[in-house]
């Protein structure tokens, strides 16, 4: 047995179009949970539990946060950030200017000197073991050096995640498919990592990250290997996935990506971050 939680939709962007285009999105915003996760005498936290007052309840939140590496290395510095349900946000900056920090941040990899961090409305630095684990099975994240398991094809490397979290073979099987048919790679689905270019490896990785439907996917450098045409391919895979309400944080220094997309752009420069685009 599983347990389906819903996760809010914008009505008045569904309203006008058709009954069967409708059903189809409204079905990608359900979540599905093992049921051998359903007794976990702990709750799990979730990230799609509507909150009483949405227009006020982020999802990422950081107050006053700093990162300090045990060498005396400063990554970042007073970092205030919002980010709210829906939204695609870039964020920039020049290699080692704390991009990558903030993301490890966000899904509990890394913990912060001080300032508190709140995802959906859990203190992700506070979270430890299990709890940790369950809360990052909600949120869904790509590397740019991909992270693939090369004895797998891409469909073991996507279905793996869900096994991982006790998903029936039923249910795996009802995912899988779409999704890769999402990043257009149902044709390569039998093909092992080194048959693939690196544009396709980086869809093999979003494919990964989202099949579980996360509310908050977070991108690190996801075209910093590509070349332009794989790397606009990928930000418009993107894209897509936030037009049905995942949440987006993408690191990128391609400024050509910044500059051809109207989504809001903060910078972090010395650790410091400033809102270039709002």
């Known amino acids: 047995m599983t347990s389906v939680l819903h996760r809010p939709t914008d009505d008045a962007k569904l309203a006008g179009l058709p009954q069967e285009v409708r ?91 001080d300032g508190h961090i709140l995802v959906g409305d859990q203190p992700i630095a506070d979270l430890r073991g299990d709890r940790l684990a369950m809360m990052r099975r909600r949120i869904g994240v790509v590397f740019q050096d ?54 396709e490896q980086q869809r093999v990785s979003i494919a990964r990250a989202v099949v579980s439907t996360p509310p908050l996917l977070l991108a690190d450098e996801p075209t910093g290997n590509l070349d332009a045409e794989n790397s606009l391919q990928v930000i418009k895979i993107l894209r897509k996935l936030n037009s049905i309400g995942i949440t987006v944080i993408v690191t990128t220094h391609d400024e050509h990506l910044v500059r051809i997309s109207n989504h809001p752009v903060v910078q972090i420069k010395n650790g410091c971050l400033h809102h270039l685009r709002r």
């Open 23 to 113: 059903a189809r999105l409204q079905d990608r915003f359900k979540l599905v949970v093992p049921s051998r996760f359903a007794a976990d005498p702990a709750p799990a936290p979730r990230l799609d539990e509507p909150a009483s007052n949405p227009a006020v309840q982020p999802m990422v939140s950081l107050t006053n946060v700093e990162k300090t590496y045990d060498n005396g290395s400063k990554a970042l510095a007073g970092v205030n950030l919002t980010v709210n349900p829906g939204d695609f946000l870039f964020v920039t900056g020049p290699s080692g200017s704390g991009k990558s920090t903030l993301l490890k941040l966000l899904y509990g990899y890394e913990r912060p000197t």
């Open 146 to 199: 991909y992270k693939l398991i090369p004895k797998r094809t891409v469909s073991e490397n996507v279905a793996f995640v869900l096994w991982a979290q006790g998903f029936t073979r039923k249910e795996i099987h009802r995912r899988l498919w779409p999704t890769l048919k999402m990043v257009g790679l149902q044709g390569k689905a039998h093909c092992f990592p080194d048959e693939l270019s690196g544009g």
